[in-house]
């Protein structure tokens, strides 16, 4: 492609190198054609007017002869024909025929005549009275009507020059004639010039060899011009040439160097400025579709670009996280899950129209798609967006707060219900004795605890998660805090039949954290292991050092938890089975075990086995 772009631009040089010099050969030729037509021309009325002066002086000597005579000597033709470089005749004008005198002075075969020679009579062979000899002329008839009718315009009076054939002298001859007048002014005879032609044709050869002289040095100079005006004019064109193929190429930064200071480096000049601006209009683009590709890349929702012709634009990771695809180009070969996504997508080209759908993805997450016509500059449908995001955790989310208003309500309702069935007997007197006045008063007491114990863990969970809650860590050492959580809790552990002791490692156990955020940690796991444990059992406290943390677990031998309970043992007023509770609870316990936890900067786990207990274990980090 370069190759033949490079023979176009020489053949671009070689048409303006051919058309200047054919204009140079085309108006040399024409400039030499004229000169040499009107040089000629110039030259032959040059020589004819000057032969016709000569004729006019030979006339008007020969008037001045003696009467009677109007033909010289040979002597004083020659000197004639000296002067003149012509051929001398004289005409006869007192016969009936035209007679023309032919000297016999050196003669020349081009001016032999034709005509008819008529000797002179006896007795003016012999007296000639000026000593001629009578050989030296001879009268030569002219018989032929166009060399008549010439000399006739001479015998009438009139001045004649003409260059033509004439048929007595077989040549083209220059001819020069002039009437001889007597004293009256009558015409007694004519005196013609005659030059042969071959002295003008001389002269123009000589003309026509200077012109071509001069036209061959022309041309030359001509080729030299042309070939360096071509040049001048072919390499800017060239390179600016070159630099546009380069940025139609992508080469956007070309400049083009060494411009002429005429309109064509004004073109070179236009370029290397629409270069910079174009340089500068495509790192802007770029800047935008690097921060458009960032801003997609980065988006938690997924996004795909779907052409009218069903291609792919744009795509971003999270779209194949989503769909659980390796290239969107395989959501639109059919496989049958996308079916319902197609459909929308063929439905939203068609109407214009934004849609919305729900869909489950292989890993059963719940996934919305939104779908929305994407429209070119006139207004048409041009493709298809496709916002995908997954709303697992949003519907989880909403279900929990649907759990959570349900819970509080019925965690509300039952010691609600308890004080009021005991509290509409007494209004009502139902109870006649003390003691069973008494046994309302306990039962309306502990329901006020338990309902004072669930609006108390339901503020503090409150205030947990919206970060009101600020803890200050210190330098601790467990065992003691452990000992006394222990200590609280021993009275309830008997009650319940449990055996509760206290395991450490020996060590001091030193960790940051807050006294009493630990000892309320300790206390709900401690109290959630009594509950699960049946009477007979034990709960054990342990803590051991680790590397860079302590950590703190409380381990019984209750009844487990389920492995499809563990993933959600620790959300809010989540409860498990409560055929296997020992005794009734709120639920926000270990809720708020694992947000207090956390607040310190550790974490909470858990191991279960159904039917051999469960083991729940918190860090903190080491001083």
Known sequence: MAGRRNERSLSIGTKMLFSHLLLGVAILLLASVLSY????????????????????????????????????SWHVVRTYAYLTDARVFFLDADTEAIRMSWYRTEPEPALEPKGDKVKPPKDEETAGS????????????????????FVERVLAGEKVCAMRHFEFVHDQIIFAGAPILDESGEVRSGVILAQPVEELHRLSKMVGYL????????????????????????????????????MEAGVYAEHITRLPSDEIGELGNALNNMSGRLMEVIGNLRQERDRLNMIISGMSEGLVSVSNQWTISHVNSAFLELTELDSANRMLEGEGRFEPLIAMFRRCMGSGEAETMEWENPSHRVIQATVTAR?????????????????????????????????????????????????????????????????CYRIIWKETIRLEKLVGEMLDLSRLQDGRVTLELEPLELPGIID??????????????????????????????????????????????????????????????????????VRDTGCGIEPKDLPMIFERFYKVDKSRMGTEGTGLGLSIARLLTQLMGGDITVKSEVGMGSEFTFTLKKQ
């Open 211 to 246: 012109l071509v002289f001069v036209v061959s040095i022309s041309l030359l100079l001509s080729v030299v011009l042309a070939t360096e005006l071509s040049h001048r004019l072919v390499g800017p064109i060239k390179r600016i040439t070159l630099a546009a193929r380069r």
């Open 484 to 553: 006394a959580a222990v200590h609280s809790m021993k009275s309830i552990a008997d009650e319940a039949g449990v055996a509760l002791s206290m395991e450490t490692d020996g060590t001091k156990l030193a960790c940051m954290g807050n006294e009493d955020r630990i000892a309320q940690v300790l206390v709900i796991l401690i109290d959630n292991a009594l509950s699960f444990t049946p009477r007979g059992g034990s709960v054990t406290v342990f803590a051991s050092d680790g590397e860079g943390e302590v950590s703190v677990g």
């Open 130 to 149: 000026d000593g001629n000899d009578p050989d030296e002329f001879e009268w030569v008839d002219v018989q032929d009507a166009i060399d008549r009718e």
């Open 375 to 439: 429209r070119d500059d006139v207004g048409d449908i041009a493709g298809v967006v496709c916002l995908m995001r997954d709303v697992s955790e949003a519907q989880r989310v909403e279900q929990l707060r649907r759990d959570y208003v349900a819970n509080v309500s019925h965690e509300l309702r039952t010691p609600l219900t308890g004080i009021r069935g005991m509290v509409e007997p007494l209004i009502d007197g139902c109870y006649d004795t003390e003691e069973e006045r008494l046994e």
């Open 37 to 72: 037509a009107l040089t000629y021309q110039y030259m032959k009325q040059t020589r004819m007017g000057d032969l016709l002066e000569k004729a006019e002086r030979i006339a008007e000597s020969s008037r001045q002869m003696p009467e009677g005579e109007y033909v010289p």
